[in-house]
């Protein structure tokens, strides 16, 4: 194996899929909802699988169904306030995952520099190392790590220390907002901040915006896009399986400028060529219908932050019940929280992992039957010791199936 793949041997995904499966746990693990999408999106899917004549069951265009790209330039044309043109400024993808992809071989060259927020997706670091480049990590940092109930906007960057990471090999900085796994919304101070230093060192901006619906109220999800002079420097990324709550649909989009969005094309037709016409032919009916009622009570992309939120504020009283601090997100459906309270009540010792989180999600996901995500996933080594005293949760589940984690909790409390 090339070195450069190393930093993506281990897998977080892989090894807590599989142990979900052998522990036969209630998984609040991995991120998907546990019921079923709306039933409007996934019949779209069945009906362009069956239409006669059709031609939706062969190939499409390679960057992206025509239809598709149409809907989400009338979408995102409409959120950004300018005219995105479907056919140069929007590439169609497998998932997000393989926007990042794209975006990044087709920009990172050996010897560049790339900042990365933690704690991180855990894709973005051997994304980067894959492509030749070294990542600069930078930690979100607690401001108030005794607070009783901590929220997600309290976890923020120091301006000078991201300054201080800018030089002149810097090619590109990552965000992501609503954030996994913290649940962070950037707000326009913040992104603003990170505009202006992006903007300063000629830097390109990865938006990673998967979660760019799922935003509890007050918050409001700003795109750093539509902030001025960061079009032209800026690739935004979504994902059909966030947007529709159908993540095996696996459809994902990078949109920014011609000049950039043609580069990230080159490697897409290299590697995939193209997505599946059915899924993108369903995805795009899915986008015209919900560009019709977008701003009506219909909406499934505003009603989903409200199916979602009694879920969050059940599963966070639920940690507090029971010796947990969670911290409080404003956007996505995870949340992070303190298990530090059960160290001294439980014998890891059975585990053997270098990082105490991941000894105590392994040993939980064994003997209490719940598992969560080792917090410190989302970070690199050496900062690794900063996330040990947290697990993430994924609350996008049945009113049964987070009753049924309180159970387990407080039966362990
Ligand atoms: N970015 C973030 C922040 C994610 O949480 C995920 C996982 N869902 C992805 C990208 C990848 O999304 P997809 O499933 O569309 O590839
Ligand atoms: N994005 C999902 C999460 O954070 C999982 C994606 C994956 O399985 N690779 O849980």
Redo the contacts with the bound molecule.
Sequence with gaps: LPSRHEAGVYNV?IEFTQLAATTKCLNLG??FPDYDPPSKFSNFLAEVATEKNSYFNQYTRGFGHVRLVKALSNLYSTLLNRKIDPMNEILVTVGAYEALYCVIQSNIEIGDEAIIIEPFYDCYEPMIRTAGGTPRFIPLRNTKPNAKVSHSSDWKLDPEELASLFNAKTKLIIINTPH?PLGKVFDYEELNMIADLAKKHNVLVISDEVYEWLVYEPTKHIRIASLPGMWERTITIGSAGKTFSMTGWKLGWAYGPDYLIKNACVVHQTAIYTCATTVQEAVARGFEHEISVLNTSDSYFQNMSKELKPKMLYLSNVLQENGFTPVIPDGGYFMISNWTKFENKLDLSSETDKYKDFRFVKWFSKNAKLQGIPFSAFYSEKHKFMAEDYLRF?FFKRDETLKKAENILSSWT
């Design positions: 995904w991995q991120g996994n994924c």
